[in-house]
């Protein structure tokens, strides 16, 4: 079974300063890991996703993450933050399977 | 944005009446998704399909069903719509290997549809 947890449902930043959105996933196998981004009344956008390639992923807009298999976490970053960052991020596991299970998302406050 | 459309985008219907949202995509993805999203819930699948009439339940599917005729066309039908079922649907679909020019096992979604049943 797979699952997601986000260990923060708010998360408030100043610009300028760095964004830590902390995720611990659950998976029998060997997960795929994503996170997507939702800005208010939008779609989903992936941001980022590890595939068993490199631990430290890039994304877009400067968003980094680090597959940790020893701690079970896939924690979503940025050095700076900006106005437009602010948005609703998800964590996404899938592993083995055809299904995607989602975190219950972090709301990103930035603020100026 | 993977030529996913949904419609319509916003719909307000009355308790009881049937309602069907249609997902088209033009990619000739073969795995196709629904989702709802609720606050404080995240995305929570509903039904899911691998190709054309082969669906499979997710974990919110009661008071749902789906069909796939073609390819392209995914559709999400409340055969009684209650109150409950208020909220945004998303449709996804699931890249493949190689051949359709995506990475693999990335989901791509469509813009969804603001459901209200009063």
């Known amino acids: 079974a797979q699952s997601v947890t986000q260990l923060d449902s708010h998360v408030s930043v100043s610009e300028g300063t760095p964004v830590l959105l902390r995720c611990n996933y659950s998976?029998?196998?060997?997960?795929?890991l994503f996170w997507y981004v939702q800005h208010p009344n939008k779609g989903l956008q992936l941001l980022l996703k590890?595939?068993?390639?490199?631990?430290l992923v890039k994304g877009i807009n400067g968003f980094e993450a680090e597959f940790k298999k020893s701690e079970t976490s896939f924690h979503l970053t940025k050095p700076s933050a900006h106005m437009s960052d602010a948005a609703e991020y998800f964590c996404?596991?899938?592993?083995?399977?055809?299904?995607?299970?989602f975190g219950t998302g972090t709301s990103l406050t930035v603020i100026p | 944005d993977a030529g996913i459309t949904q419609s319509p985008r916003h719909k307000v219907t009355e308790t009881g009446t049937p309602v069907t949202l249609r997902c088209h995509q033009t990619?000739?993805?073969?795995?196709m998704y629904w989702y709802r999203q609720d606050p404080g819930h995240g995305l929570r699948l509903i039904h899911y399909?691998?190709?054309?009439?082969?669906?499979d339940k997710g974990e919110v599917s009661d008071g749902y069903s789906v069909s796939r005729s073609k390819t392209e066309d995914f559709l999400l039908t409340l055969e009684s719509a209650t109150s409950s079922q208020t909220s945004v649907y998303f449709c996804?679909?699931?890249?493949?290997?190689?051949?359709?020019?995506?990475?693999?096992?990335?989901?791509?979604f469509g813009p969804g549809t603001r459901l209200t049943v009063l």
């Open positions: 996804a679909i699931r890249t493949g290997l190689a051949g359709f020019g995506a990475s693999w096992n990335e989901q791509f």
């Open positions: 998976s029998s196998y060997s997960p795929s």
């Open positions: 590890y595939t068993s390639a490199a631990t």
């Open positions: 996404v596991v899938s592993a083995a399977g055809n299904q995607f299970y």
């Open positions: 990619e000739n993805h073969r795995y």
């Open positions: 399909s691998y190709g054309v009439k082969d669906t």
